[in-house]
């Protein structure tokens, strides 16, 4: 299986914040990679797919980048609802795996 | 909108046979271009991806359940299940439905979850 990895494990910062997640693969996916936002007690979201397509009603605030083996996911000027958990998934082979999540905490 | 709802028994005994039962509403479950897949997330920890079905009946298990798991649909009633056997502690988790477009092999939509609690 593709192991990937999420960092850091958990973020801190404020409003208004841009960030940067990074997420690393154990071999190379080419841009086979999603990234999802989670909540508390809700379902993974879909934000960005092929590694920087953002999907369809999803802020441009959030944006994509890599290929190979290492991938980030920035969001720029952080709002209230962008404090949650970032998933990234390979899907260039199965089974399709997740990084560990990053938490991204209120300063 | 593709509506997924996840449905089945909230508890199951050890060494039993876990099953949930996904329906589909917004769209056919017949149409090309998707698999409809089983993802779980054990409390606090990550997501584990268990395998897709297409329409057609054709499967794909992750193989770290492989033995365990059956994947099956029924596109006259739009619904898609999971059944896991000899369920233990460790199969404790959210379980997910979700579709795979197999265009990008994105996850594009989820239901909300249901939590299998496995106890005695």
Redesign the interface.
Known sequence: ?IQMTQSPSTLSASVGDTVTITCRASQSIST?L?W?QQKPG?????LI??AS?L?SGVPSRFSGSGSGTEFTLTISSLQPDDFATY?C?Q?DS????????TKLEIK | QVQLQESGPGLVKPSQTLSLTCTVSGGSISTGGYYWTWIRQQPGKGLEWIGYIFYSGSTYYNPSLKSRVTISVDTSKNQFSLRLSSVTAADTAVYYCARETVEFTTLDSWGLGTLVTVSS
């Open positions: 299986d086979w999603a999802y809700k379902a993974p979201k879909l797919y092929k397509s999907e998933y998934q899907s199965y089974p399709f795996t997740f990084g560990q999540g």
